[in-house]
């Protein structure tokens, strides 16, 4: 059985390799299989926990590539006899329970996910609590209880994470403040172990950590504190916290996290003087655009109130699309008069709303919501539909703006484990993880409601892009905070010079960087952009995020450019499902084509081998062939025919006739440019053009030419046999006159018979003669029909 080395690393460190301990660890439970004890792993758990401890399995997990069972299956049949069984040899759980975190802490880097690493936790420390309970006796129990608890606190580490990814530093602040008050007691107990290499290894571990979650509290007090008026100097406190982690044995992963976090209060700290925006009053909209593919002539008026009908069926079952209840479903697009345009095909922006119910923000056990967020279904007959939510933004200071963009972010924490500090929930109380889930599930929604619509359409064909998604940040009222006070802003365009502005402009982070990550986003990337229709505006945009501000135009006239702008974010969903089709028909023509040239190629072998043209085998490959092409034809048209009716869509969306008037067609342009339409648009066309322009046509031309050669040589070769029956029967026939003419009537009409008279004989041989001219007539026209059809049948395919 392997022992422990103190020169061999067997004690895994987070964010290290692990070889050393996974490779003790197999070692180990082979020599117990070996020896038989009774605690050993079977071979299939052996089998099991191989897959289980390796990061490929993980790796295929989160990037939905396994078809293994339910992982969670796994872990409650695998991990516990592991533990059993690791426990029972000396520092054997020490050295399982660190290489756990280990490979706990490399899963996690690969998806924001917490539900299978709590469980991976839960599971193991479970185990190990259970053997404590039933009174095992080693020498080793002190240090490896420790060691399980060192695993059970990455649960805090995880809530932690998810508070961070809300962007609300209240929240980090309790959270870390309850990961401080475990790690602080659990490396008290480790210093009060007896030395040793174990002992040593789980006191560098849990002292790190203890000093990671303190450094992330003292940031987000420093940071709240700056942030919410108190602007004293803080680079002493500052420079007294990068001390005491420039001292900590820290990996290179953690001191780059920690970095990250001081250089986003060093530079709150640097602001405290300059001015800082307030945003007084405006609102923020998300929208997750959706495409739905249509096939063939579907009508997609039809189906829109197809939806809207079920939809408000729906509604009156008391149903929900997901976590939100239906609450009314409009025959109308909820849009402002600017879109009243049509075309001469009576086409316009028109469509169906369905109004789903609120999603509520609030702190743990306080009913008061810190936030309110509508949200709706917009289903339009041009094809761009999309789920949007809607908050207020009222006296928010620039924090707060950006704690609310988080809320859209698709790595957002899940806000189910931080239920005792912040909460979303609908108005009965059911918490929610977050916008992006719930998003997820009204697009789930709308997929079951489309498989009960009839026709040609089902919920395989809407099409969400996981993670698309648009930001409209609208300003209709704004102050500038200093230290001297706080001054209302008249210029719109001062806005992007003063502090706090980057949150409102800058791309959702993939992932936590900091306490505040906001505050180190730049705006050099930022373009504006002129509008005609409103007063002293400002339209900016990177990316997915719109900013528009207007502090003297009318209501009216900024909710019809947040309509453009919500438009706009809208065809990015149109769009892709129309590209997905194209993928679709693609795929469909290479497999159409790759069965043409294995058929061809089996032509090919047929004429090498010199088979007949009449064979089975001959006529089956023509047969294949006929069909093939007609496939590849019949696929080919109704991507032609996708393509001419989305680019009618297109046509209509650029033409003048989508809005009232053409003056207001110039800001929609604008619009659309500024949200990148030019490129979907390019993307789309690109597509096309490359699938249309493959060798689909030479090739089909290949396969025409050859089943022209292949029926002209069957046509040749059935002509041959045909003539040659033909030709045969007529010998056969001369022969059996012949035969007659030479002896039965020449017999008749020398012997006669003795009843007949000379006229009866001589109307016999007439009659005899007749019935010839007959058979030899109708065999003449038989086989003259024969070459006709034959070369009808030539001339067709040839066509």
Not at 129 to 142: F, I, Q, V, Y
Not at 737 to 764: K, M
């Amino acid at each position: 059985m392997p022992q422990p080395s103190e020169h061999e690393p067997i004690f895994a460190s987070a964010d290290l390799p692990a070889e050393a301990a996974r490779a003790w660890l197999t070692a180990l439970f082979d020599a117990q299989a070996a020896a038989g004890d009774p605690e050993a792993l079977t071979s299939g758990q052996r089998a099991d926990l191989r897959e289980l401890l390796g990061s490929t399995w993980w790796r295929s997990l989160f990037r939905g590539e396994s078809t293994v069972e339910d992982p969670e299956a796994i872990l409650i049949r695998a991990l516990p006899p592991a533990v059993r069984a690791a426990s029972a040899a000396s520092e054997g759980a020490i050295v399982l329970a660190l290489y756990l975190r280990n490979l706990i802490n490399e899963a996690w880097s690969m998806a924001w996910d917490h539900q299978l690493l709590v469980a991976t936790v839960e599971v193991a420390c479970g185990e190990a609590a259970r053997l404590r309970a039933e009174g095992a006796d080693r020498a080793d129990d002190e240090v490896a209880e420790l060691a399980w608890r060192l695993l059970g606190f990455m649960r805090s580490e995880f809530r932690v994470e998810s508070a961070l990814l809300t962007g609300r530093l209240e929240v980090v602040l309790e959270v870390t403040d309850d990961a401080v008050r475990q790690a602080g007691p659990l490396v008290d107990a480790i210093r009060e172990c007896a030395p040793g290499a174990a002992r040593d290894a789980l006191l560098r571990e849990a002292s790190n950590e203890l000093t990671y979650y303190r450094t992330i509290r003292a940031c987000a007090r420093v940071g709240q504190r700056l942030l919410t008026g108190d602007r004293r100097d803080a680079a002493a406190e500052l420079d007294r916290m990068r001390a005491h982690v420039e001292a900590t044995d820290f990996n290179h992963v953690d001191a780059s996290e920690l970095r990250g976090h001081l250089a986003a209060v060093d530079t709150i700290n640097a602001a405290r003087d300059r001015e800082w925006l307030h945003v007084d009053a405006g609102r923020i909209r998300f929208v997750y655009p959706f495409g739905i593919r249509q096939w063939g002539h579907a009508d997609a008026s039809d189906l829109v109130e197809a939806l809207r009908v079920r939809a408000e069926e729906l509604g009156a079952r008391g149903g929900s699309f997901g976590d939100l209840p239906v609450v009314e479903a409009l025959a109308r697009l909820d849009l402002s008069d600017v879109w009243q345009g049509t075309d001469n095909f009576g086409r316009g922006y028109r469509g169906a709303t369905i109004r789903l119910g609120d999603l509520l923000l609030t702190r743990g056990g306080d009913d008061a919501p810190l936030m309110t967020i509508r949200s709706r279904i917009q289903l339009s007959q041009l094809g761009n539909h999309s789920v949007v939510f809607e908050l207020d933004l009222d006296d928010a200071p620039a924090h707060r703006v950006a704690e609310a963009l988080h809320l859209a972010s698709p790595v957002f924490g899940d806000l189910r484990e931080l239920g005792d500090v912040l909460r979303m929930a609908v108005p009965n109380g059911m918490p929610l993880a977050g916008i992006p889930a719930v998003a997820a599930g009204v697009i789930d929604g709308l997929r079951t409601l489309l498989d009960a619509v009839p026709g040609q359409v089902s919920g395989e064909d809407l099409v969400a892009r996981e993670g698309s998604f648009g930001i409209l940040v609208t300003v209709l009222a704004a102050s500038i905070v200093d230290p001297a006070g706080r001054r209302r802003l008249s210029d719109t365009h001062r806005l992007l010079d003063l502090w706090g502005a980057p949150p409102l402009l800058h791309p959702l982070p993939s992932g936590v960087a900091s306490v505040a990550d906001w505050a180190l986003h730049d705006l050099d990337s930022v373009r504006t952009w002129p509008l005609l229709h409103l007063n002293r505006e400002l339209l900016a945009a990177t990316s997915n995020m719109t900013l528009l501000a207007s502090f003297t135009s009318p209501d009216y006239a900024v909710s019809e450019m947040e309509s453009y702008i919500e438009f706009a974010h809208s065809l990015h969903g149109m769009y892709h499902g129309w590209q997905d089709g194209v993928r679709y028909y693609a795929e469909r023509i290479a497999d159409l084509l790759r069965d043409t040239e294995v058929t061809l190629e089996e032509a090919d072998e047929l004429d090498q081998l010199g088979e007949d043209a009449l064979s089975p085998r001959r006529t089956g490959v023509i047969a294949r062939l006929d069909d093939l092409v007609r496939d590849v034809e019949r696929t080919e048209l109704s991507l032609q025919s996708f393509v001419q009716s989305n680019e009618a869509i297109m046509l209509f969306v650029e033409s003048p006739d989508i809005v009232a008037s053409p003056p207001l067609r110039t800001d929609l342009d604008t619009i659309l440019e500024s949200n990148g339409y030019e490129r979907l648009r390019n993307g789309f066309t690109r597509a096309v053009a490359d699938v249309l322009g493959t060798r689909l046509r030479p090739l089909l031309d290949v396969v025409h030419r050859r089943m022209a050669q292949a029926y002209t040589e069957e046509t040749t070769a059935l002509r041959e046999a045909r003539d040659q029956r033909i030709a045969l029967a007529f010998q056969l026939l001369g022969v059996v006159f012949g035969v007659v003419g030479l002896s039965g009537l020449a017999a008749i009409l020398q012997a006669g018979n003795p009843g007949w008279g000379p006229d009866v004989a001589w109307g016999l041989l007439a009659g005899i003669l007749v019935l010839a001219g007959l058979i030899s007539l109708v065999l003449y026209l038989l086989a003259r029909r024969g070459r006709r059809t034959l070369r009808r049948g030539g001339r067709n395919e040839r066509r």
